[in-house]
């Protein structure tokens, strides 16, 4: 359980980080580690050099901006979790992060760790595909963004290319008064990795019809993928069949099997978790204020 | 490389390889046996220390990405030599310990636990120790020594200092030698190497 030999270098800012990606295609970022290293302990990534990025003041930060909170790469999952503005502004995310790993690795891990890893069951890659978040980019050639939607290809395969370096996550902020969410996943052990993860957001109106609606799929397939729930918009949720609609929108997911569950259960899972996942986004909305702010 | 690492409020000095982890570094350069190596892949939490008051994994840092934080073993939590932390001396009355292996894991999860919350509910107790594994299964035990030792830290609300000084000073031992205190005298470890015969 010992790495194999690799350089460390520490950047004083992306733009240097990038110059020493680009020159050299087997070195690899390093920020919190909390996946990196034990894969490096069972030398199932042999890089050459790493890059730790996790000083780097410019990815660090939670802000506010425009209908977003942009969430800095290095920003570490505990300090989004303490985040008293992405506790307002992002409940989904703050239902997601308890179910990240465990207390030790949240305090190290970090949000553009856990998107640039791009495992299939991880929770913020899930949130962030949930809501349709944007991937901020760096390069030598600047800023770029792209919807997570896109960013993530495969399990552990996203578009980073070498050179790049993920410099943030721009997660939407759903203004509207009566909003609620749910998140549920099923795993062998308390935070453990989730062979199937459930997330929805809802907003409704004063007379309890739907104004929006999301749900998302984490861990059935290579990547964490949206579901079509837009038959709920402009519907009254109290008279919805909600669990018909996720039944007949999981049907044909692409499921995985491997050693722990079956494809079957995959779908039968993402079925039942989408649908609570759906109702308790609901019933919270439905609680959040019966008249409008 | 050379990194310097402060450990239970001391600077050391060591020269590492880059591949070389916080956890060895701790256990083969500093002496500091405590930390524990199990799984060395993130899964076991006996290697658990705490950076900047924060229960981390040591066998999931390198060492050379180790420098300017705090850390904290466990030879760093007892106030005074041959004394034992509220915490540690709770384990011993509930008997949460069996063959030792993961206990000091669990002390510093627990300690960092009852840092900010002094009257932890069992599924705060359990969520934080959620990442340390006690392969004998005592985790009734542990979770009633860690219930007990907050009930002793909100009943003793007094200075814990055996010098009498201000709560803000660290504790003294009597017996330890002059100078103790710049050597990072809450590790019991260091100090009775000092000369307290």
């Known amino acids: 359980m010992k790495p194999a030999p690799f350089a460390y270098v520490r950047p004083d800012s992306v733009a240097e980080a990038c110059e020493i990606l680009a020159a050299d295609e087997d070195a690899r970022i390093i920020a919190g580690g909390q996946t990196l290293i034990p894969m490096l302990a069972m030398r199932l990534a042999r890089p050459t050099k790493l890059v730790d990025i996790v000083r780097l003041k410019e990815l660090r930060g939670i802000r506010s901006e425009a209908g977003a909170i942009v969430v800095g790469a290095v920003t570490r999952q505990v300090e989004v979790e303490r985040s008293e503005l992405a506790r307002g502004a992002l409940p989904l995310l703050m239902k997601a992060l308890p179910y990240v790993g465990h207390p030790p690795t949240r305090n190290r891990g970090t949000v553009g760790g856990s998107i640039a890893n791009a495992d299939p069951s991880a929770e913020i890659p899930l949130v962030a595909v949930t809501l349709g978040a944007e991937i901020e980019i760096e390069n030598s050639g600047g800023r770029t963004s792209m919807p997570a939607d896109e960013f993530f290809i495969g399990a552990m395969v996203t578009s980073v290319m070498p050179g790049d370096c993920v410099a943030a996550v721009r997660f939407p902020v759903w203004s509207q008064p009566r909003l609620g969410t749910g998140f549920h996943e099923v795993s062998a052990r308390q935070s453990d990795f989730a062979f199937v993860a459930a997330a929805a957001q809802v907003a409704l109106d004063e007379d309890g019809r739907c104004i929006d609606a999301v749900v998302g799929l984490g861990g059935v397939g290579d990547r964490a993928q949206r579901i079509d729930v837009s038959a709920l918009v402009g519907q009254d949720v109290a008279r919805f069949p909600v669990s018909e609609l996720i039944r007949s929108a999981t049907e044909h997911l692409e499921a995985n099997s491997d050693l722990h569950v079956s494809a079957d259960y995959r779908r039968r899972a993402a079925a039942a978790l989408g649908a609570r996942a759906l109702e308790d986004a609901i019933a919270e909305a439905r609680a959040a204020g019966g008249v409008v702010q | ?197």
């Open chain 2, 1 to 197: 490389m050379k990194v310097t690492l402060k450990v239970n409020g001391r600077l050391r000095t060591a020269d590492v390889e880059p591949r070389k982890t916080l956890l060895d570094t701790l256990r083969e350069d500093f002496l500091l046996t405590g930390s524990h190596a199990g799984c060395e892949h993130g899964v076991c939490g006996a290697c658990t220390v705490l950076i900047d008051g924060e229960p981390s994994r040591a066998c999931l840092m390198f060492a050379v990405q180790a420098d300017g934080y705090e850390i904290t073993t466990i030879e760093g939590l007892a106030p005074a030599p041959g004394e034992l932390s509220v915490v540690q001396d709770a384990f011993c009355e509930t008997h949460g310990l069996q063959c030792g292996y993961c206990t000091p894991g669990m002390i510093l999860s627990a300690h960092a636990l009852l840092e900010h919350n002094d009257a932890p509910t069992r599924e705060d107790i359990v969520e934080a120790i959620s990442g340390n594994i006690c392969r004998c299964t005592g985790y009734g035990q542990i979770v009633e020594a860690v219930e007990f030792a907050a009930e002793r830290l909100r009943k003793t609300n007094a200075p814990r200092n055996v010098t009498g000084g201000s709560d803000d000073e660290p504790s003294i031992d009597p017996a330890a030698e002059a100078g103790a205190r710049e050597g990072g005298v809450l590790e019991a470890a260091a100090t009775r190497q000092g000369g307290r015969q």
